[in-house]
């Protein structure tokens, strides 16, 4: 008897769980793949439940898309994995009369966002300071990325050691100007048919214009990337910073690590407004913490080698921020590596590191739905990845990546919003 009922019990379960799929995929193709916004675009979706090991409905999860954004995804499980609770600051070697100091890849020096400036108080020395060139086989700029975005805030140069976010912070107010650093020049002029105030930078030098409509009071700023340069560069600008002479050397030796600000707070704003600086310095510090090198392509290589090297299918990666299109991967990609961080991770410490429903890059989308995802967007592609914890309390990982869609990318996120929407309220 017992067994006969156990038999019945797993019909009925088989039989729930393939209406189950049966509406889901009734949605995804009579409703979200019909829609203007999708109907000629390449989409992908992969959703899973954790607590079951069931796949709740696939389709297209094993091709290749352009994620944008979520390639960020990637980077987080990269530094949850090397970065530890703080990040790598600095290496330094103390001498009779020498600090020597090499950068590690630390975003966060003289960032406005960070009060806490450990490398700073580090450099409060009365010892002649002199910085080390940190072996990097980085670019100033990723694979693929565009050149003429130059000057634009979310494509700031890489290097060893950033200074103030690697961008000149400027200020325009009344009749005051103010650019940070101050060893950066620039020229301003007056046109009253501006609405905005407008800051740019020649391409090959860091030399800065600044347009404002001389009728609008208000303060108002902007920031521009500013070109790191060599090491002997950087040196002017600490010395600058320090008022005090900075010295170039290549001296050898051992050097201790001195830990930085904690990891949670530069993955945070990474994720929630989607920075790709601080996606790009963190491979970058993961190489440094490794091997004293920095190399992305070498992180993403040894990632993929270790703990990815189980994934669904392989991905072509090669960044950390999502800015180039030569990054390829597969929804179901997506779904095993977030699957994995919540099985690793505390799940609250995870949902506040992602955009959630109503806040972050998500403030528009998903209120009152407790969605827990990274968004991506580039022309023509739209994603988002991540947790959905239904009305019945049921925890999905899910993924969806649109590309080549040509409608407006709000119309693909409400049409992905509508169909996430209706999977949370039923189920």
């Not at 101050?182 to 609405?195: E, I, M, P, V």
Request: proline content about 4%.
């Amino acid at each position: 008897m017992k067994r006969v009922m156990l038999c019945c019990l797993l019909l009925c379960l088989q039989s729930t769980v393939y209406a189950q799929y049966n509406e889901i995929k009734k949605w995804a193709e009579n409703e979200l793949l019909k829609t203007a916004a999708l109907r000629q675009a390449h989409t992908g979706i992969c959703i899973y439940e954790p607590a079951t090991g069931k796949y709740w409905y696939s389709y297209q999860d094993n091709r290749y898309f352009t994620p944008a954004s979520n390639t960020k995804i990637f980077t987080l499980y990269t530094g949850l994995r090397y970065l530890g609770d703080s990040l790598p600051a600095v290496r330094y070697l103390n001498t009779d009369s020498v600090l020597y100091v090499k950068g590690t890849g630390d975003p966060s020096f003289l960032h406005p966002d960070y009060s806490l400036q450990r490398v700073l108080e580090l450099l409060q020395t009365s010892k002649h300071i002199a910085v080390v060139p940190t072996v990097n086989e980085n670019k100033r700029f990723g694979p693929g990325w565009a050149w003429n975005d130059y000057a634009d805030y979310y494509q700031s140069e890489l290097n060893d050691w950033p200074m103030y976010g690697n961008v000149a912070h400027i200020r325009h107010h009344g009749d005051s100007n103010l650019i940070v650093p101050k060893q950066f020049g620039f020229s301003y002029k007056n046109d009253d048919t501006l609405k905005e105030l407008l800051a740019e930078r020649d391409e090959h030098s860091n030399q800065f214009s600044l347009t404002f409509n001389s009728r609008d009071k208000s303060l108002q700023e902007a920031e521009v990337p500013f070109i790191v340069g060599s090491t002997q560069d950087l040196a002017g600008r600490l010395a600058d910073t320090l008022h005090r002479p900075v010295s170039v050397s290549d001296k050898k030796g051992l050097f201790t690590m001195l830990n930085g600000i904690p990891a949670d707070s530069l993955f945070t704003p990474m994720m929630h407004r989607s920075d790709n600086f601080f996606a790009e310095q963190t491979l970058m510090m993961c190489a440094a913490r490794l091997w004293d090198t920095i190399s992305t392509s070498r992180m993403i290589d040894y990632m993929l080698h270790t703990y990815l090297s189980n994934l669904p299918d392989t991905p072509h990666w090669v960044d950390g921020s999502g800015l180039s299109r030569y990054n390829l991967f597969t929804p179901r990609d997506f779904v095993s590596v977030l699957t994995d961080m919540y099985k690793t991770y505390d799940h609250e410490r995870l949902y506040s590191i992602f955009p959630t429903g109503g806040k972050g890059t998500l403030k528009n989308y998903y209120k009152g739905l407790s969605v827990h995802a990274k968004t991506g967007t580039l022309s023509g592609c739209v994603a988002l990845s991540g947790y959905l914890i239904t009305s019945k309390k049921k925890t999905l990982v899910f993924s969806v990546l649109v590309n080549n869609h040509n409608n407006s990318g709000s119309n693909v996120r409400r049409a992905v919003e509508s169909f996430l929407t209706q999977i949370s309220e039923h189920y």
